[in-house]
């Protein structure tokens, strides 16, 4: 289902019965929440879902949490005012990891969302809701948080497009801040020209948002590209991991029918990238202990009522996160010590400025960098790892948000019968250069294998 | 001999229509709890701060004014640390890149340097059922002050004496009052002082530890917490007691420093660059154009009024000491059209009630105008200089003109020839004997006569005219 052919239906009750019926497994909705939108705008009739850690007036906000279980938003997100003025309409919140931190969305307070490729297997996370959603076919499209990777990931698993725009591109006013300097809006949906079309709708300097900048270029006018005339990069780390060898041969397969239609291809060594987990997992929970410090009780949300003002903190915070955000915001508050702030977390600022640099001068030689957008395949539910296996399934998206750049998950075919996607990654600002060739990639790809079937 | 080192660390609130990172409005004194708040600067979630220009231009122009270096480049950062006041519990503030650096005020020759002054943002106010937050029932929070910009003015260790700790806020109060950055008022919380205070034994070097005083909300305080204080630590050199580098409130009502927290207990705020918040970056232009918003500061008007005023100079510094007060002789000299009796009147009569009554210039219910009615009742000899002095203090308290005083009370100067001559004729007839003996020689009962007519009209009499028509009643029998 797209936005091209949904355009002048009303659909909005359709899609809502479609969650009723289909959702109880998946577990992708939280909650139907209706906000009709505007009905002169172009797109009305046209429903869509967010992600339950972006804020629309009157509507929960739970972030998944249950510390924000009954929280009510007193204000509406500036991405999704847009949508709603151009006359899309909220049907629902979707599920997600509790605060965005994780990568399988199991970490929800309200149960994990199960991948509807496979549902004996994870969806992918944290924007794990909105990315089965949309995989489901209940909608269009949905808005996610993409910070380390949380679009992109549960897009691939789910066998969708997921879109990161460069850092500045959407503004973050309204949206549950778990690291404000790698955090931003994306757009999940079955097509490239789909993502563009409300990127075009929801971007653009805000007020509320001092990080975020203007961009002028109409992302949705022109999407085409010659891949016989780009230049890809492969950073070499992508062969030195440790690839499940479907998705090596799966990745090679995609890199062989770029070449085929006669893009260049490079491999080249970026040994920087090795730290991007490292620096990624210093700075994104040492920002999330400060932004989640808020979460105290006092002022709105779940309150462990106790004798005395640090007990009461003390127990609210502690039943009110769970263990993952609490292991987290436990790193960042360490990382942040006076004793320690300048062993982790100030070399880790240095270390990224370093990565950033590095991609900025690689991307001035290459339109794309292109890897997989994930190391393994979606695994099944309640699959045991320890956290430091979680964290590396974002080795391939983490570097897009250290230094803000424009990604995409393109999905690729199936291995297993399970959704593969390739990670573009573009130029800063530059959004549309990457929308032009990934949907390039895309429409030819799918042509390709429908011909195979 | 002992050495007494203060340095003090100051915030001020900036005078700006709406707070530092959201669109409320500033004034939490005419408003109802919780009143000027949104989802910001209460913390909700998914809220990011939008700096307000007007805070930026007022820092610049307190570190033009304090002689600082003005920073082309800053930065916000986070200070970490959990309290209900905090909305969101970190306060933004400039902790690595503060927007003025260095800077100095010049207290009687001498220069009290400033290491550095940078904007953050105010906290709500709390207030507890009971007294203390351990023990309350109950507490309550007023978020109307949260996010309120601030400027923090932190001194070098310059300051010698708690006197000159209290001169050094009272000119600071002057010039950002002069410059209209702050209403620079202390008691209601507008300018905060807290002092850093040592002593060092000159004969043996021996050093005390240093304290820090909290909550210091009086210019007269500044100076009694920190002589409570220097005389304490001197004590315990003297003593050999040993020390403890510790914070301390002052209690006001029993006149004494009282322990807050010791080193210890600091809490780590862990500081970290504002990531919701790029850097501030000033260009020349911009500083120049608020250089040219500086309107004219102390020592230039007292020069002025020296010149236009032709005051002398003891004048001329007291009216301009204080901006409202400059301010508010020159409006009383358009009235009276007449410098030194406004500055006369000023410095005596309407300073000694400001002082006695504890009043503030803005809230006067005299009037400029009252001035110009004063200067015209005297120079048409409608009242006299003492009747003037008399009546002073009741148009001070109720503000009511000087000619509808004088009106209600009938104090106005009997003038008229035949009403005198009526009065001077009884006062004669009444007093025979020292008739007699005036008219035997004794000129001096003149005065007597003078007296007595001042006595029976209550002073009113016009003096020139009383004795005018006395000598020719008395010379002519
Ligand atoms: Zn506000």
């Keep these: 289902m797209t936005i091209e052919e949904t355009i002048g239906r009303n659909i909005i009750e359709e899609s809502i019965q479609k969650i009723i019926e289909m959702d109880k497994i998946i577990n992708s909705v939280l909650r139907i929440e209706k906000v009709v939108g505007n009905k002169n705008g172009k797109y009305f009739g046209i429903p869509f879902l967010v992600k339950d850690n972006i804020l629309v007036k009157g509507t929960k906000t739970t972030n998944a949490s249950k510390i924000l279980e009954n929280y009510i938003s007193p204000y509406t997100a500036t991405a999704v005012q847009k949508l709603l003025e151009a006359g899309f309409s909220l049907i629902g919140k979707t599920n997600m990891d509790e605060f965005a931190m994780g990568n399988t969305n199991e970490n929800s307070y309200f149960g994990p969302v199960r991948n509807p490729k496979d549902l004996s297997r994870v969806s992918g996370g944290s924007s794990g809701g909105s990315a089965a959603a949309v995989g489901a ?68 300097k805000d007020k509320n948002d001092p990080t975020t900048l203007s961009h002028t270029v109409d992302l949705t006018s022109n999407l085409e590209r010659d891949l016989s ?46 730290y991007s987990v490292a620096v990624y997992y210093i700075i994104a929970p040492s920002e999330a202990s400060s932004n989640l410090a808020r979460f105290d009780g006092v002022r709105y949300g779940f309150r462990n009522a106790s004798l005395g003002l640090n007990d009461m903190y003390r127990t609210t915070r502690e039943i009110g996160f769970g263990i993952e955000v609490k292991r987290r915001i436990i790193m960042g508050t360490f990382n942040l010590s006076a004793d320690y702030y300048s062993k982790y977390y100030s070399k880790a600022l240095k270390v990224r400025r370093i990565i950033s640099d590095k991609l900025y001068n690689i991307l001035d030689e290459y339109d794309v960098m292109m890897t997989p957008t994930s190391p393994s395949i979606p695994p099944y539910m309640g699959e045991k790892f320890n956290p430091l296996e979680y964290y590396l399934m974002d080795t391939f998206t983490i570097p897009a948000n250290l230094a803000g750049l424009p990604a995409i998950n393109i999905p690729f075919g199936l291995i297993e019968g399970l959704p593969f996607g390739i990670q573009f990654i573009g130029r800063q600002m530059k959004d549309e250069e990457l929308l032009a060739i990934a949907n390039t990639f895309h429409e030819s790809a799918k042509k390709e294998f429908e011909k195979n079937v | 001999m002992y050495k007494t080192i203060i340095g003090l660390e100051i915030h001020t609130q900036l005078l700006t229509k709406t707070k530092a990172f959201c669109s409320c409005s500033t004034d939490h004194f005419n408003s109802i709890p919780n009143q000027n708040i949104c989802p910001i600067c209460t913390g909700h979630p998914g809220t990011l701060p939008a700096l307000n220009e007007e805070a930026v231009k007022l820092a610049v122009k307190a570190g033009l004014i304090f002689n600082g270096t003005i920073n082309k480049f800053s930065r916000f950062d986070r200070k970490n640390y959990f309290y209900p006041d905090l909305a969101k519990n970190y306060q933004i503030t400039q902790h690595f890149f503060p927007i003025v650096s260095n800077g100095y005020i010049t207290i009687e020759g001498k220069k009290i340097r400033i290491k550095r002054m940078h904007l953050e943002e105010d906290t709500a106010k709390m207030f507890h059922e009971g007294d203390q937050i351990s023990t309350a029932q109950e507490s309550f929070l007023d978020f109307n002050r949260s996010g309120i910009p601030l400027l923090e003015i932190v001194t070098e260790p310059d300051i010698e004496s708690p006197s000159e700790a209290r001169m050094f806020m009272e000119k600071l109060r002057n010039l950002l009052r002069y410059a209209e950055i702050s209403t620079g008022d202390m008691e209601k919380g507008a300018l905060r002082c807290d002092a850093n205070i040592s002593i060092v034994n000159l004969e043996n070097n021996q050093t005390s530890k240093r304290v820090e005083i909290k909550n210091i909300n009086s210019f007269k305080f500044v100076e009694k917490a920190l002589e409570f204080e220097q005389e304490r630590l001197i004590k315990n050199l003297e003593a050999n007691i040993k020390m403890i580098q510790e914070t301390r409130g002052w209690d006001s009502t029993r006149k004494e420093t009282f322990p807050m927290r010791t080193k210890e207990d600091d809490v780590d705020y862990r500081y970290f660059p504002e990531p919701d918040l790029p850097p501030l970056i000033l260009t020349d232009e911009f500083i120049d154009h608020i250089r040219s918003t500086i309107t004219e500061m102390p020592e230039e008007k007292a020069k002025r009024f020296m010149i236009q005023y032709d005051l002398p100079q003891y004048d001329a510094e007291i009216l301009t000491s204080d901006k409202e007060l400059a301010d508010f002789f020159e409006k009383c000299v358009k009235h009276a059209k007449d410098a030194k009796f406004v500055s006369n009147l000023i410095m005596t009569d309407l300073l000694r009630e400001l002082k006695e009554n504890d009043d503030e210039i803005e809230n006067l219910k005299i009037k400029p105008e009252f001035f110009g009615e004063l200067k015209e009742l005297m120079d048409s000899n409608k009242i006299s200089s003492k009747i003037l002095k008399d009546i002073f203090p009741e148009i001070y308290k109720t503000g009511k003109s000087p000619k509808d005083i004088v009106k209600e009370k009938g104090l106005e100067q009997i003038d008229d020839e035949s009403e005198l001559r009526k009065i001077i004729e009884e006062i004669i007839k009444e007093n ?46």
Excluded: H, W
């Design chain 1, 229 to 274: 005339d780009i230049k890809i990069c492969i950073p070499k780390i992508v062969y030195d991991t440790d690839l499940n060898i479907s998705i090596k041969n799966s990745f090679n397969e995609a890199v062989d029918f770029l070449k085929a239609k006669g893009s260049k291809v490079e491999v080249i060594d970026i040994p920087e990238l090795e």
């Design chain 2, 432 to 477: 025979p004997e020292e008739v007699e003996k005036y008219k035997n020689g004794k000129k001096k009962l003149l005065g007597f006569f003078v007296g007595e007519v001042m006595k029976k009209t209550k002073g009113k009499a016009n003096p020139q005219k009383t004795n005018e028509i006395l000598l020719e009643l008395l010379e002519k029998e």
């Design chain 1, 137 to 204: 076919g209940y909608v269009p499209f949905s808005l996610g948080t993409d910070t380390g990777g949380s679009v992109r990931l549960p897009a691939s698993f789910c066998g969708v497009v997921g879109f990161k725009p460069s850092y500045g591109m959407i503004s973050r006013y309204g949206v549950t801040s778990f690291a404000s300097s790698l955090d931003q809006i994306g757009i999940l949906s079955n097509s490239v020209k789909d993502v563009s079309l409300v990127v075009e709708i929801i971007k653009g």
